[in-house]
């Protein structure tokens, strides 16, 4: 356990509505991340930072937007939310001798309908 | 841009059985790391193994080894004595050294049959 915890850990929304999922963590890891998983594509890259206040995209970033003003806490945010945003979304953290190795909170199920 | 294949998305195995996963990537870098996690139905990803490009001794944790051919660029994980927890999405995944992205393979869902 890294000491990552996402919230909410389900969540159902309507489409267009603005939704944020939040990822903290407890051990002041610097690099943090958001991922999506769905069927057939693994787990795919959103933004990641790397520090506070630095974020960058990821390979499926468009309609998304990230913010980290504490070491602690990495939200994503999307704007309006889509049917195609539908998913798991795992945040995870970088840690490791060689800070190579990432771990993972428990996921966020979120629905848009 | 890096890429990681795993070709088989489903296998099923009796329980006490060896299976072996397949993963293929392809870079031309090389110093890079790769990975092996298991998402169990909780949906909690678990690093399983993992191994630096630059060691040519396969890693190995309990019953969980992989056999890395670089040239190949193949990177295959053998579950010995297979357990019913081991029943899984087991994915594979690479960082190249310094890298901030990790890049994953589709998965494999292995079920182990009673």
């Known amino acids: 356990d890294a000491g990552i915890t996402q919230s909410p850990r389900h969540k159902v929304t309507e489409t267009g509505t603005p939704v944020t999922l939040r990822c903290h963590q407890t051990?002041?890891?610097?690099?943090m991340y958001w991922y999506r998983q769905d069927p057939g594509h693994g787990l795919r890259l959103i933004h990641y930072?790397?520090?506070?206040?630095?974020?960058d995209k990821g390979e499926v970033s468009d309609g998304y937007s990230v913010s980290r003003s504490k070491t602690e806490d990495f939200l994503l945010t999307l704007e309006s939310a889509t049917s195609s945003q539908t998913s798991v979304y795992f945040c995870a953290i970088k840690t490791g001798t060689a800070n190579t190795e990432a771990f993972f909170g428990q996921g966020t199920r979120l629905t848009v309908v | 841009a890096q890429t990681v294949t795993q070709s088989q998305p489903e296998m099923s195995v009796q329980e006490a059985e060896t299976v072996t996963l397949s993963c293929t990537y392809d870079t031309s870098e090389s110093n890079y790391y790769l990975f092996w996690y298991k998402q169990p139905p909780s949906r909690q990803m678990i690093l399983v193994i993992r191994q630096e490009a630059y060691k040519q001794q396969n890693a190995t944790e309990n019953r969980f080894s992989v056999n890395f051919q670089k040239a190949a660029k193949s990177f295959s994980l053998k579950i010995s004595d297979s357990q019913l927890g081991d029943t899984a999405m087991y994915f594979c995944?690479?960082?190249?050294?310094?890298?901030?992205?990790?890049?994953f393979g589709q998965g494999t869902r292995l079920t182990i049959n009673p």
């Open positions: 995944a690479f960082t190249l050294q310094g890298a901030q992205k990790l890049v």
């Open positions: 051990e002041n890891h610097r690099y």
């Open positions: 930072s790397y520090g506070v206040k630095d974020t």
